[in-house]
């Protein structure tokens, strides 16, 4: 201990010296700091002049910074940490998906109508009645319109599933969408409607089939939802401790529609952005993505889309540098693909919505753009493909950062190529737990041993040396899971930590990350998968004054209790965005 003292007052003495002629403007002393800098770790203070740190060190170095205007903050042992970053949070425009009724606690079919019911009887003046929240384990299989009209027999209804991904709507949201036998799917097998023995819709719509529908049947308000959404969202996240946010396509019912309604609704969501940032009115760094989710798009015409918006979007509080490709649906519905055949299907291995050779085109065309990346990857099939690309890109652009998004199942022929050659990963720890049934699900479809070898990798990944980042993918998961430290639990346990009542580890052979391991998934190594590691993502010298102060350490709570914590006070860019009451 006493070496590792005298270590970090020779390093805080070079930070302090380069920069002891200005007074700081604000000081925080005798705090328990985790910088996150490997080659500093621990420090008692630090101190911010305008919006960036000019000394991370000891309290005694810190009174050396003391003016007659600096505000200096006593934290008596409370804990500062680095800014929590989140590299997929839909935070911009989502919130209309998560609107509405919310059925995700709903144990049976009863119960769900229930709620919708009680819903819809008190807001007698909403035209379309909106929810989210089920699964097909609780609602005994896949939902039907006839038992929605049960609860909402005379107005539009339409409730998300717990994964936004699918749609479960009443007769008259069929009627006002005018969806009828005639209505063709999109992608047959990936984007569709479940439909009867003769053709008709009955209810249920599969991988965005519905986002058309949607808009249809009145339910879509842009010009209201998309400012609300993003203040909503992104000032809850400032609450949760988050500064900084990777926002992997804005989420409207147009993202199908990749070269009109999607470009239309990114220019519109990022101009909004951009007057509140002119303003020093926006809570978090953004970086937002540009969507590909369409089996007809021109990769060569979204890319295009991509560099312009990165010339547009270009500075340290909003900015565009990546793309997102999603190809396909999920392994809850069937439609993710997948190396061998589905256990519940035995012919049946899922379809790609993208198909792999459009996927390649875009990694390598964004390459040789400066452009990286991110692939959802569901399916093993689907990480294959998406390694397939990200190493073909790395031949044109070595320093590429492009990565797999969820990487909810890997084949293990493709988890050494991941390891082999250092592949970025995110992942989300409520995809692979049991989290809206996803025990049952993945037991049912997939099952042993690749549960067991190729389901929620990310923690094997971190262990061999990759660069992981952790995050809640709001709105597929509730907008009350967002906080970085709830996934933090997630990733350092294998539970369902929305769930107080669940204790069970899924998978059951998983081995967790480690405290550390976790940590940095939300900070260091979040901001390098975004290229800004030399600006955020540790207390250092000369970076972003963006920090979180917190009632106690993360790394003393009991494992599955850091989001328990209380945040005290959220800073981006040197500027107070939350401080508790």
């Known amino acids: 201990m006493c070496n590792l003292n005298r270590i970090i007052i020779l ?11 200005e007074a700081a403007d604000i000081i925080y002393t005798n705090a328990n700091v985790r910088t996150m800098n490997e080659t500093q770790p621990r420090a008692e203070a630090v101190a911010i002049k305008g919006n960036k740190i000019v000394m991370v060190g000891s309290a005694v170095n810190a009174k050396s910074l003391i003016g007659t205007d600096t505000q200096v903050i006593d934290l008596k042992g409370k804990t500062v940490l680095p800014g929590f970053i989140s590299t997929h949070d839909h935070l911009i425009a989502s ?8 059925i995700y606690d709903a144990t049976s079919k009863a119960e769900a109508l229930a709620k919708i019911k009680a819903y819809a009887e008190a807001n007698p003046d909403h035209k379309v009645i909106k929810g989210v929240g089920w699964d097909k384990n609780m609602l005994e299989g896949m939902p039907i319109a006839t038992d929605l009209d049960k609860a909402v027999p ?10 936004i991904h699918d749609a479960w709507l009443n007769s008259a949201a069929l009627e006002a969408g005018n969806v009828t036998k005639d209505t063709p799917d999109a992608v047959p097998g990936v984007t569709y409607w479940v439909r009867d023995d003769d053709g008709n819709p009955t209810g249920a719509a599969i991988e965005i089939q519905w986002f058309q529908s949607y808009i249809d049947i009145g339910a879509w308000d842009p010009d209201a939802m998309i400012p609300e959404s993003a203040d909503y969202l992104l000032n ?14 804005i989420v409207t019912p147009n993202i199908k529609d990749v070269h ?18 002119d303003a020093d009115k926006l809570p978090l760094r953004v970086q937002a993505q540009p969507f590909f989710k369409t089996p007809v798009g021109d990769p060569h015409r979204f890319v295009d889309f991509g560099a312009r918006m ?10 565009t540098r990546s793309l997102k490709i999603h190809p396909e649906g999920n392994t809850v519905a069937g439609t993710a693909p997948f190396v061998d055949p589905y256990k519940n299907q035995p012919t049946h291995r899922g379809k790609f919505n993208v198909q792999p050779e459009t996927t390649m085109a875009i990694v390598t065309k964004a390459a040789k753009a400066g452009l990286d990346v991110f692939i959802h990857t569901d399916g093993d099939r689907s990480s294959r493909a998406a390694v397939d690309a990200i190493l073909e890109a790395r031949k044109i652009n070595p320093d590429s950062r492009s990565a797999l998004h969820h990487a909810i199942w890997v084949h293990p022929d493709d988890q050494k190529r991941i390891i082999e050659n250092q592949i970025p990963v995110n992942s989300t720890p409520s995809f692979t737990n049991t989290f809206g049934g996803g025990k049952l699900d993945n037991e049912r479809m997939i099952g042993y041993p690749r549960i067991d070898t190729s389901l929620g990798r990310y923690a094997h990944f971190a262990r061999n040396g990759v660069k992981v980042s952790i995050s809640a993918d709001v709105p597929s998961t509730s907008p009350t899971m967002q906080a970085p430290l709830f996934v933090v639990d997630g990733a350092t346990t294998g539970i369902d930590i929305s769930n107080p009542n669940n204790t069970e580890v899924f998978p059951p052979n998983w081995q967790p990350m480690t405290i550390h391991q976790a940590m940095r998934a939300i900070t260091i190594d979040a901001a390098w998968m975004l290229a800004m590691e030399d600006k955020v993502g540790s207390l250092e010298v000369n970076k972003y004054a963006d920090l979180v102060i917190l009632e106690s350490d993360p790394y003393d709570a009991k494992p599955g209790t850091a989001h328990q914590i209380p945040l005290l006070m959220t800073v981006m860019n040197g500027r107070v965005t939350h401080e508790a009451q």
């Open 11 to 21: 390093l805080t003495l070079t930070s302090f010296t380069a920069l002891a002629n």
């Open 260 to 277: 009109g309604g999607m470009e239309k609704d990114f220019v519109t969501a990022m101009d909004i952005l951009q007057e509140w940032a």
């Open 154 to 163: 005379n107005r539009p209804a339409i409730i998300l599933d717990n994964t």
């Open 310 to 319: 990165k010339q547009k979007y270009n500075s340290d509080i909003l900015r």
């Open 95 to 102: 919130r209309w998906t998560t609107s509405g009724v919310q």
């Open 236 to 249: 809850l996240a400032a609450r949760n401790g988050t500064t900084m946010v990777l926002v992997p396509g």
